[in-house]
């Protein structure tokens, strides 16, 4: 307990010295003493927790879990052995029963199916709840207009929504965050990877059987049919949820997840095989997943594609964050406490939270 506390009380005072290199010493200090008074502990789910530390294939950072894909590669820069491992069939058509790819559901964009080969990466087990984003806002990389309020949406609806996902952000609200923290938007060939079980090539992030209540928060929840999760039914699950082989949570249903690629609807007929990013440009940023509110299976399979402005801030749009290395997460961090005192920061946390006055 005391350990995990104290764990929190570092992971406070470390975000703070983010912005530590345009303030002056005593600005930081006295961010730290207000910012300790008006959150308390950060707590939540920052931590991965037993079964996402499964064969050590995930690691805590002060931003949240992140667990390497492919799995089995616990350090997810190296490339591993087997090279298929990382090539998938992405994609999917209506078309041809015989011929590879074949789905039924599928939609024109999701044609051709073509093989894709990534690099390893790390991605976020859950997506970026509400706590997490609020810390961005409040020390500055994010804007407060990026994400809404009110309603369905969870920012800035107190206690009872911190451990919900951060919905109604902007793709750039999305972008800011994660490169914050020292990461980055998964690319929509990087998403679809972990949302087919990669080489596997499913058709839902949990196999092949039709969707249900106990895989994914989806239809129409705040109408009572699957994952109302609390008094106001605002229809989303908490940051916890069914898991797949890559140790991710609620990857399908929930909230729409921005990627990183601006849309193209004819993308994949000419898209690179090797480490696709999506077009140089367009009016539309790919959204994956499925949210609450959708009904129709075919949208939470792996392979469906959505896009939207990349301005539009809707109830059921969230996101989750990659980086190509967890140790980039690390040095977010680091940087600053290497260049600042980092011992006298923690003091002053210490003597805050113990009710003592703060050095001037």
Known sequence: MQRSRRRRV???VVVLVLVAAALGWRTVARKVVALVHSYGDIGGLWDCDSTAKQDHRAYTTRFGCFVPVPGHNVLAYRRPSDPDVLTFLMGAQASDPEAPGYDPDASEDEAPPHRVTIEPFWIQRHEVSVEQYEWCVRLGPCLPEQIRTGGYFNYGAGSTRQLYPANGVTWEGARAYCEWIGGRLPTEAEWEYVARQGPLATRYVWGDTEPGCGHAVMGAAATGKCGVANSEATGYWPLNGPDNSHQT???????????????????YAHSPAVAPRGPETGEARVQRGGGWGDEDPAVFRGAFRG??????????????????????????????????????????????????????
């Open 10 to 12: 570092v992971g406070l």
């Open 249 to 267: 949570v609620n990857v399908i249903g929930n909230v729409w997840e921005w990627v990183a690629d601006w849309y193209g609807a004819d993308y």
């Open 307 to 360: 896009s939207m402005v990349p301005s539009v801030q809707l109830e059921d749009v969230g996101f989750r964050c990659a980086a190509d290395r967890v140790d980039h997460v690390v040095d977010a961090t680091r940087e600053w406490m290497d260049r600042y005192r980092w011992d006298e920061l923690s003091a002053i946390s210490a003597r805050v939270r113990a009710g003592l006055p703060s050095p001037e």
